[in-house]
């Protein structure tokens, strides 16, 4: 009966449509190849999640998948991503209601040569400060979830060595949005750097922390 209401649930639909609607702009964006990346967005105490395995073209209104907080699944019949305990992490810890995680290409490259992304634009600043790497563990692994977590103190997003990106924010937009922007700067350091005897300028902490404050107050007031 539970099960039935939830389903009917206008309000879990209307996420469910959003989560699923994000899932595949990450692959038409090409910050992921096939299944490889997930989304997940909280609704109370219920967090939706891609499943695992399903390529998200195929996804329908009636595959909504949910769990609680402990992780045990009370909505759908599919299996969730194996990389829940990442998700769950971050809903338990900070006050995220979306998570948004990939396999972007030039992020993960750079997950792969530095533990730190370097200051190489101020965009650095919507992500709360230099960008970190989480060590590498297996994927779907507490470890991977605890490394994660370290990570991303004080920060709404890092990189997964050898592995790709998580970002989180206050909806899927935002949360997407920093996904988009934390590729774009690896992309932008990766380019940079491959100039033959030059080193791209890097911005100071100093600098970083002023633009923090002026992104306060950036975008229309209603």
């Known amino acids: 009966m539970a099960e039935q209401r939830w ?24 910050l992921v190849v096939g299944t490889s990346g997930n989304v997940s967005a909280r609704v109370g105490d219920l967090v939706l999640v891609t499943p695992s395995g399903v390529p998200y073209d195929r996804l329908t209104p009636d595959d909504l ?19 829940l305990p990442m998700h769950l992490a971050v809903y338990r810890t900070t006050d995220a209601r ?13 997950s792969t ?21 989480a060590p590498y563990a297996t994927y779907g ?12 103190t004080g920060r709404s997003g890092c990189l997964l060595q050898n592995h790709g990106t998580i970002t989180y924010g206050a909806g899927l ?10 590729e774009w700067m690896c992309r932008l350091w990766l380019t940079a750097s491959t100039v033959p005897g030059l080193s ?3 911005l100071t902490e100093a600098q970083l922390a002023e633009v923090g404050e002026r992104l306060k107050g950036y975008g229309q007031r209603r």
């Open 7 to 30: 389903h009917g649930d206008t309000e879990h639909a209307r996420v469910w449509a959003e989560l699923v609607a994000t899932a595949r702009r990450s692959v038409a964006d090409g």
């Open 65 to 83: 998948t949910g769990v609680d907080l402990d992780g045990r699944q009370v909505l759908g019949t599919l299996v969730p991503t194996s990389e």
């Open 98 to 110: 979306a998570v948004v995680h990939t396999h972007a290409v030039h992020a993960t490259a750079v």
């Open 113 to 133: 040569l530095v533990p730190e992304l370097p200051l190489v634009h101020y965009m650095a600043a919507a992500l709360g400060g230099p960008v970190r790497v």
């Open 141 to 152: 692994s507490d470890e991977l979830a605890e490394n994660m977590l370290r990570a991303l």
């Open 173 to 182: 937009d935002q949360a997407y949005d920093r996904t988009a922007q934390l």
């Open 200 to 202: 791209p300028s890097l």
